[in-house]
């Protein structure tokens, strides 16, 4: 098999005329040159250029060399053009990975308009409390609450988006009973292993040492509309649910801060780089409802 490589410098000498016209073209030095083009006849078995005072001049079989090589590098160009097009087209699939809860209470309206606006373009949403693998392929594009920086792996590239606060809330209704003197214990609602939080008595109301616990956010919020307590929300959960309310006393805590991630050639696609400059808009319009400030 002929080398690509070694036509290249062939076809560098044969429109140079001269080995140093050629070693400046390909950004190499003399002897890269000539060790290549040795390669090259050795491997054909010909003699491929004559050397001139004048400089290179192609021998015969030379000349027939340069035809096909001039060939292969059409084929070349074209292979690596079309690759590059469909690369840079608007269309082919594309799968970002999100967790539930920004994706059923934050972005899906977002999601749908970048859908519509490009048409050709396969969606594919990977709403999942597991983290997809960008190195393995797993998902092109990544949206990730991350408390601190360092953590984010180094073959990642990101995106820095605005900062998430959450906050503790309980169901207007339970709130007013509360205040009436109804009896009924109040519970902190957790997911999981999760342990009740140092803070989580330093509002108004008092909950029992008994927490409810549940496997995922939809049940935590359903919970918590049903007055079994109250739990800590994202601020752009909580403070959009006109069942829920803020419990007096209580402060914003940070989450982490919201970034956009892509890895290695995959974010040089135009869907991808389409799609993150798209959301990247969208996540700073929203970041004063992120910031829990847009309470109504």
């Known amino acids: 098999m002929i080398d690509w490589d070694d036509v290249r410098y062939f ?3 044969a429109r140079g005329g001269s080995v140093r016209s ?5 950004g190499v030095n003399h002897s890269t040159v000539l060790r290549r083009i040795a390669q090259l006849e050795e491997r054909l078995g010909v003699q491929m250029f004559e050397k001139l005072p004048s400089g290179y001049r192609l021998t015969a079989a030379g000349e027939e060399v340069l035809e096909l090589a001039a060939q292969m590098e059409t084929s070349s160009l074209q292979l690596e053009t079309r690759v590059f097009g469909r690369d840079q087209s608007v269309r ?3 799968r970002v990975t999100l967790t539930p809860i920004l994706a059923s209470h934050l972005l899906m309206p977002d999601l749908a308009d970048f859908a519509r606006l490009h048409p050709e373009i396969e969606m594919e949403i990977l709403s999942s409390g597991e983290l997809a693998n960008l190195t393995n392929r797993e998902a092109d594009v990544a ?21 998430l606060f959450g906050g503790v809330y309980i169901s ?9 003197g109804t009896p009924d214990p109040l519970r902190w609602i957790v997911i999981s292993m999760h342990g009740i939080p140092d803070w989580a008595n330093e509002g108004e109301v008092r909950i029992t040492g008994v927490p409810f616990r549940v496997t995922d956010a939809a049940a935590e919020i359903a919970a918590v509309r049903q007055g079994l307590g109250i739990t800590t ?3 752009f ?5 006109p069942l829920l309310v803020r419990v007096p006393g209580t402060d914003l805590h940070m989450y982490g801060t919201l970034w956009t991630l892509t890895q290695g050639e995959t974010r040089k696609t135009k869907r991808v780089r389409l799609f993150t400059e798209f959301v990247s808009r969208r996540l700073a319009a929203y970041a004063p409802l992120l910031a829990g400030l847009s309470r109504d």
């Open 143 to 163: 949206l990730r609450v991350v408390y601190d920086r360092k953590t984010l792996p180094l073959n990642l590239h990101g995106l820095k988006g605005p900062e």
């Open 237 to 241: 959960v909580g403070d959009a649910d």
């Open 233 to 235: 929300l994202p601020c």
């Open 11 to 13: 076809l560098a000498i």
């Open 22 to 26: 050629a070693a400046g073209r390909l």
């Open 92 to 94: 082919g699939l594309l």
């Open 172 to 180: 207007r209704d339970r709130l007013a009973a509360w205040r009436a």
